[in-house]
Structure formats: C-alpha cells, structure tokens
C-alpha cells in the first residue's frame, strides 16, 4: 500500500476515538492491510509533522508510557475530502443509474421544463461546472424538441465535447450571457446552486427571455429542505455535500420565490428526485 492511501486509511479508523500504534495496526489489519510496526511508525511521524494527526503521551500502570494518537485538524479536513470524493463518485454512478433504468425521470423533468412551448424553439442552457446530467438533458431536450435550437453557455474554462446538430457552444456565466435581448424562448439553468449574485442573475435572464418566454431553474432540494438529522442515505448525502458551502442562505425559499416574483408574475415548482425545478413565465416590465 502507498504512503498516501496507508494514511487516508489510518485518519478513517479514528471517527473520533484516540489509539496507540499496536492498535491502530490491529485495526488496519482487520480491515485487510497488513503494515509491519516499524514502517507503521514512521508513516504516523509523518502525519504528526504534516498535522494530520496530534498525539498525547499516556501513563501506564503497567509498563512503559502510551503514545496516543488522534485526529488532527488537518486530518479533518483531510476526511471531509475523502468523504466528498465519495459522494462524487456515488452521484456519478446514480446519475447513470437514473439514464440506463429510469429513463421516465428524465422525460418527466425535460416536459415539466418545455410544457407549452412550441416545438421551434430557442433554448439557452446556462452552466457554471461540468456535470454527467448536462448531456443526457441536452439530448433530452433535443429529442423532445428536434426542430429548435440550443445554446450552451458555460465558463470559458470549461470544456464540452459533445457534438450536436443544433447545439452552439458560447462562453459566459449567469450574469452575463451573450445573446441579444429577449432572444430565449426557454432559458434552462439546471444547477442553481452555483449563483452568487442571486438578483443580479435573475435581472439577466429576463433580460434574456422573450415575453412569452419560459425559465427553468433547478437545484438540490437540501438547499431549502434542509436535513437537521437525516435518516436516509441520500439525505446524508447531500447535507454533507452542502453543509459546507456558503451560498445556501442566498436560496432559502422566501428569499427566492420574492426574487422572482419581483421579475415574473407566475412560479411553479416540483420535485423530480433530489432536485427541485421552478418554472417561471410571465415576465414582468421593469
């Protein structure tokens, strides 16, 4: 085993209790990694000097005195990465679960967004990061309404390499979208959780739409369900995901829903999985 997986092995044993070297390679060998002593104690020094781990001196009455170790507070952060990690993989693989065997999610999401549109359509599709769900609702959408037209607007830094017939790829961000004025028949923002300038975003989308235009705009349900004590995996799952991010009270519902209302008459919402998806028409003139 490498020095970097031996370590994220050892800070996963602690989960809050303190052990002694002896113990800490009991463990590890319960778990399937046999480490001799002495190269166990050299990859715990280096975790001392890399903060990883803090230990204390314990007296015995019997015998010589205990090194305990336990995590420290680089050793936290390091587990609140490895937790993240596997949250990422999870949602990857739960994203293509949904696309193989529950195609009828998608379809209920892509008609919840394009209900009453007709089928010639521009369609502006705005992202802030890559995600596996971009092209399965890209091709969605595409499927539902072959006749329109889709522009994909992204951060210059992110790539996309998908090809479609009708797809434009442009470069922008939620508050700045370059595209001509009331030029979206349906403006899709699918993760609104990335948005630091809540008003000022939603003031360029309806700039963006048409009078008769639609907005679309969806986020993880955790960000206004907020789980105190969840019971469930997934609601596990994305409070750690979240609990960390600093954007969550810009996108309390009431916060919100006056945001939108001050630009647009009429607000829908449902839940589709773990996200929610407001619909929005009727734009107001400001």
């Given at each position: 085993m490498r020095s970097l997986e031996l370590k994220r092995a050892i800070l996963r044993l602690f989960r809050g209790a303190e052990f002694y070297g002896y113990e800490i390679q009991k463990q590890?060998?319960?778990?399937?990694?046999?480490?001799?002593?002495?190269?166990?104690?050299?990859?715990?020094?280096?975790?001392?000097t890399e903060k990883l781990l803090t230990a204390r001196w314990e007296k015995s009455s019997k015998g010589p005195r205990k090194r305990m170790?336990?995590?420290?507070?680089?050793?936290?952060?390091?587990?609140?990465?490895?937790?993240?990690?596997?949250?990422?993989?999870?949602?990857e693989f739960y994203s293509e679960y949904l696309r193989k065997i529950a195609p009828q999610v998608l379809n209920d999401l892509v008609q919840f967004m394009t209900n009453g549109l007709s089928?010639?359509?521009?369609?502006?599709?705005?992202?802030?990061?890559?995600?596996?769900?971009?092209?399965?609702?890209?091709?969605?959408?595409?499927?539902?309404?072959?006749?329109?037209?889709?522009?994909?607007v992204k951060p210059e830094t992110m790539s996309f390499d998908e090809k479609f017939s009708n797809l434009s790829l442009l470069n922008g961000s939620f508050q700045m979208i370059p595209l001509k004025q009331e030029f979206a028949d349906l403006l899709v923002v699918p993760n609104l959780s990335r948005v630091h300038n809540l008003n000022g975003a939603v003031q360029e989308w309806h700039r963006l739409l048409n009078n008769e235009g639609?907005?679309?705009?969806?986020?993880?349900?955790?960000?206004?369900?907020?789980?105190?004590?969840?019971?469930?995996?997934?609601?596990?799952?994305?409070?750690?995901?979240?609990?960390?991010?600093?954007?969550?009270?810009?996108?309390?519902?009431?916060?919100?829903?006056?945001?939108?209302?001050?630009?647009?008459?009429k607000i829908e919402h449902t839940h589709v999985v773990h996200l929610t998806v407001y619909s929005i028409t009727e734009k107001r003139s400001l």
């Open positions: 590890l060998a319960s778990a399937g990694h046999k480490i001799e002593l002495t190269r166990l104690y050299r990859v715990l020094n280096e975790m001392l170790y336990s995590v420290g507070k680089r050793g936290e952060t390091e587990l609140e990465q490895i937790l993240k990690e596997a949250i990422d993989t999870v949602h089928d010639e359509v521009r369609i502006v599709y705005v992202v802030s990061e890559p995600t596996v769900m971009h092209k399965h609702l890209l091709k969605s959408l595409q499927h539902r309404l072959p006749e329109s037209v889709i522009y994909f639609k907005l679309v705009i969806g986020f993880p349900s955790v960000l206004i369900h907020q789980y105190k004590d969840p019971l469930t995996i997934g609601q596990y799952m994305e409070k750690i995901e979240h609990q960390s991010t600093n954007i969550k009270e810009q996108f309390d519902k009431e916060l919100l829903e006056n945001t939108l209302k001050h630009y647009f008459r």
